[in-house]
T-cell receptor, first 111, second 115 residues
Framework: DVKVTQSSRYLVKRTGEKVFLECVQD?????MFWYRQDPGLGLRLIYF???????EKGDIPEGYSVSREKKERFSLILESASTNQTSMYLC??????????FGPGTRLTVT | AQSVTQLGSHVSVSEGALVLLRCNYSSSVPPYLFWYVQYPNQGLQLLLK??????LVKGINGFEAEFKKSETSFHLTKPSAHMSDAAEYFC?????????????FGKGTKLSVKP
């Protein structure tokens, strides 16, 4: 059974903290994605990666960075968390087919 | 640029009634189209996909969608709603030709099913 796991389901952080969200997939997929999901806005792409050590900006990269040191792991970093980054964060992966597999999501609250 | 419009942020049906969730797209290349479902507190799960083969696509849980190029639509239907269908549904379009690239998602339609 294919699986994408995210390190936390719920996370509460303070403004200004550095936040790491981890995503691991066990399907040997080349492509990995980070989205944020907000009510009424759907999913918006933050960053994506088509290969190890490769990263590309999505539609809303400001305030975020990513790291992909290994094929199976894709990390999203909030350098200095702000309240407007309170959101649901979804990780996904695929193998050149657009058929993305999603993790369960991390609901991040920044206070 | 590719885009997706889902008509209706909330749809409510009675159990046993027809489910119709609307999706229109724009694409400068032959599109790949997808419907995903998200149950409460979960990630998204693929329901079905259109990749330029048959225009009527059958998915999981009794859902199907029809690709209509002339109407630039890919509406999702199910003949008889079940309580377990209550979820949020997202339509998505590929942002490039072939199998490379990213997905562009609609804003979602929340489906409620009344007993």
């Amino acid at each position: 059974d294919v699986k994408v796991t995210q390190s936390s389901r719920y996370l509460v952080k303070r403004t200004g903290e550095k936040v790491f969200l981890e995503c691991v997939q066990d399907m040997d997929h080349e492509n990995m994605f980070w989205y944020r999901q907000d009510p009424g806005l759907g999913l918006r792409l933050i960053y994506f990666s088509y290969d190890v050590k490769m990263k590309e900006k999505g539609d809303i990269p400001e305030g975020y960075s990513v790291s992909r040191e290994k094929k199976e792991r894709f990390s999203l970093i909030l350098e200095s968390a702000s309240t407007n980054q309170t959101s649901m964060y979804l990780c996904a992966s695929d193998r050149d087919s657009y058929e993305q597999y999603f993790g369960p999501g991390t609901r991040l609250t920044v206070t | 640029a590719q885009s997706v419009t889902q008509l209706g942020s909330h749809v409510s049906v009675s159990e046993g009634a027809l489910v119709l969730l609307r999706c229109n797209y724009s694409s400068s290349v032959p599109p790949y189209l997808f419907w995903y479902v998200q149950y409460p507190n979960q990630g998204l799960q693929l329901l079905l996909k259109y990749t330029s083969a048959a225009t009527l696509v059958k998915g999981i849980n009794g859902f199907e969608a029809e690709f209509k190029k002339s109407e630039t639509s890919f509406h999702l239907t199910k003949p008889s709603a079940h309580m377990s269908d209550a979820a949020e549904y997202f339509c998505a379009v590929s942002d490039g030709g072939g199998s490379q690239g990213n997905l562009i998602f609609g804003k979602g339609t929340k489906l409620s099913v009344k007993p």
